[in-house]
């Protein structure tokens, strides 16, 4: 319990996390290091506890608590050289928890800001190359979603509702793995409801980045099939993505 520390020197009590940390029990070193900074406040270990109770808690899988103590750390000691840590750990703290598609989006967002901080504050960093795998992974984790979304309504003949998702793809995730298929729905979903310039555009947008994918073939069957040209035609949103593109702006 607390009392057991009163007599110990703050680096006796951070080696005791330590050796809890080294034992597998990050619950129990968490607490521990927490008692480094309540009985040593302002010490130098008081310091080095804050950053280990922010990594046990996240070894723990206690997000929350993980969280607010990196965010202590950040506020605390903003120019410390661990900085650069204990805001990838406050990233992490949100990332961790985006472990299936059914998480809330919110954390999606937040992972996303926290991970943008640590990429653009501390470029030279350790972290900042694996923050950006996980920057591209959550990234690409929004956009799933909404494909997710989209294909639900697709499928129950909600045209419009579905157009709506696919489009989010296509102009704000067109850089993740989900942007071919995100055409392919629009084509349908246009021919559908009998937009033929829209799906035409789509699949000439297709056929211009992703000749070889399943999902073009798909779109230019459904296209010829009609007796309709993949190219870009009409005036509409896709148009003005076309033309992004063949400037170099889109993709």
């Given at each position: 319990?607390?009392?057991?520390?009163?007599?110990?020197?703050?680096?006796?009590?951070f080696e005791r996390g330590e050796y809890d940390l080294a034992r597998n029990n990050p619950e129990?070193?968490?607490?521990?290091?927490?008692?480094?900074?309540?009985?040593?406040?302002?010490?130098?270990?008081?310091?080095?506890?804050?950053?280990?109770?922010?990594?046990?808690?996240?070894?723990?899988?206690?997000?929350?608590?993980?969280?607010?103590?990196?965010?202590?750390?950040?506020?605390?000691?903003?120019?410390?050289?661990?900085?650069?840590?204990?805001?990838?750990?406050?990233?992490?703290?949100?990332?961790?928890?985006?472990?299936?598609?059914?998480?809330?989006?919110?954390?999606?967002?937040?992972?996303?800001?926290?991970?943008?901080?640590?990429?653009?504050?501390?470029?030279?960093?350790?972290?900042?190359?694996?923050?950006?795998?996980?920057?591209?992974?959550?990234?690409?984790?929004?956009?799933?979603?909404?494909?997710?979304?989209?294909?639900?309504?697709?499928?129950?003949?909600?045209?419009?509702?579905?157009?709506?998702?696919?489009?989010?793809?296509?102009?704000?995730?067109?850089?993740?793995?989900?942007?071919?298929?995100?055409?392919?729905?629009?084509?349908?979903?246009?021919?559908?409801?009998?937009?033929?310039?829209?799906?035409?555009?789509?699949?000439?947008?297709?056929?211009?980045?992703?000749?070889?994918?399943?999902?073009?073939?798909?779109?230019?069957?459904?296209?010829t099939g009609r007796g309709l040209t993949l190219e870009a035609v009409g005036d509409n949103w896709?148009?003005?993505?076309?033309?992004?593109?063949?400037?170099?702006?889109?993709?």
């Open positions: 319990g607390d009392a057991n520390y009163e007599n110990f020197t703050a680096q006796q009590i129990l070193a968490a607490s521990v290091f927490g008692e480094v900074e309540r009985l040593y406040p302002y010490s130098e270990w008081a310091k080095r506890a804050v950053i280990m109770q922010a990594y046990a808690y996240h070894e723990a899988k206690d997000y929350e608590n993980s969280r607010s103590a990196a965010q202590r750390y950040v506020d605390f000691y903003p120019t410390d050289e661990d900085a650069a840590y204990a805001h990838y750990l406050l990233a992490l703290s949100y990332y961790d928890q985006i472990d299936e598609v059914g998480r809330d989006q919110g954390l999606t967002f937040q992972a996303l800001q926290s991970l943008r901080t640590v990429i653009e504050r501390y470029p030279d960093s350790e972290y900042a190359k694996s923050a950006v795998l996980k920057f591209d992974l959550a990234f690409d984790h929004l956009a799933s979603k909404e494909m997710e979304v989209g294909r639900y309504y697709l499928k129950r003949s909600h045209f419009t509702a579905a157009i709506n998702r696919f489009r989010v793809v296509v102009e704000d995730f067109q850089t993740t793995t989900h942007t071919a298929e995100a055409l392919h729905r629009l084509v349908e979903a246009y021919l559908s409801l009998g937009l033929t310039d829209e799906a035409r555009t789509a699949g000439a947008i297709l056929g211009y980045n992703f000749r070889g994918t399943e999902w073009y073939e798909d779109s230019y069957k459904l296209l896709l148009r003005q993505v076309y033309r992004q593109m063949i400037k170099g702006r889109w993709l």
